[in-house]
T-cell receptor, first 110, second 112 residues
Framework: DAMVIQNPRYQVTQFGKPVTLSCSQTLNHNVMYWYQQKSSQAPKLLFHYYDKDFNNEADTPDNFQSRRPNTSFCFLDIRSPGLGDAAMYLCATSSYRGVFFGQGTRLTVV | DAKTTQPTSMDCAEGRAANLPCNHS???????VYWYRQIHSQGPQYIIH???NNETNEMASLIITEDRKSSTLILPHATLRDTAVYYC?????????????FGGGTRLMVKP
């Protein structure tokens, strides 16, 4: 059974129209991450939560925000998507043993 | 986190062992070596990790040199489904909040 679930798998949004990507986990892990992966590149960390503590990477654009209402759910909000934000967005959770990824949401901006 | 260096790409014949090298010469004593792979359009999949001893599981074996400056991931009998990008990552152990920072990875192509 999937332990880190991302919905939807594919999302199309219009240029400038806010979009929200969702992630849920059944592992009860304290830490959740959002990564951005552009075509043919390695995943790049955007931010992470340790419980409710939010940690933003220094080079994450202000256009990207996140919410974590409880342990199980985490959301990625893109306030005004541009063409350059088209990518695979990966959610992950972490324990001391390792990091576990969802299947990703592929975002297309038209 | 320490950086890792991997070959950009490798080929392997189906049924043969695939040996993927990784250099991590600046690894610290509390950093583990993790391997993940990513099949096209899917999320990264955990393969194996280790600190200093060699490790084996149902997917692969991990050989870490005695000085811990390099390691090799071994897929003993590669299949076409093992075609993927393989990431070698070092991560500080013991704390769930420690980051996983990806490098370039090795694109493994398994050929019939």
């Amino acid at each position: 059974d999937a332990m880190v679930i991302q919905n939807p798998r594919y999302q199309v949004t219009q240029f400038g129209k806010p979009v929200t990507l969702s992630c849920s986990q059944t592992l009860n892990h304290n830490v959740m991450y959002w990564y951005q992966q552009k075509s043919s590149q390695a995943p790049k960390l955007l931010f992470h939560y340790y419980d409710k503590d939010f940690n933003n990477e220094a080079d994450t654009p202000d256009n990207f925000q996140s919410r974590r209402p409880n342990t199980s759910f985490c959301f990625l909000d893109i306030r005004s998507p541009g063409l350059g934000d088209a990518a695979m967005y990966l959610c992950a959770t972490s324990s001391y043993r390792g990091v576990f990824f969802g299947q990703g949401t592929r975002l297309t901006v038209v | 986190d320490a950086k890792t260096t991997q070959p950009t790409s490798m080929d392997c014949a189906e049924g043969r062992a695939a040996n993927l090298p990784c250099n991590h010469s600046t690894i610290s004593g509390n950093e583990y070596v993790y391997w993940y792979r990513q099949i096209h359009s899917q999320g990264p999949q955990y393969i194996i990790h280790g600190l200093k001893n060699n490790e084996t599981n149902e997917m692969a074996s991990l050989i870490i040199t005695e000085d811990r400056k390099s390691s090799t991931l071994i897929l003993p009998h590669a299949t076409l489904r093992d075609t993927a990008v393989y990431y070698c990552i070092v991560r500080v152990g013991g704390n769930a909040g420690n980051m996983l920072t990806f490098g370039g990875g090795t694109r493994l192509m398994v050929k019939p």
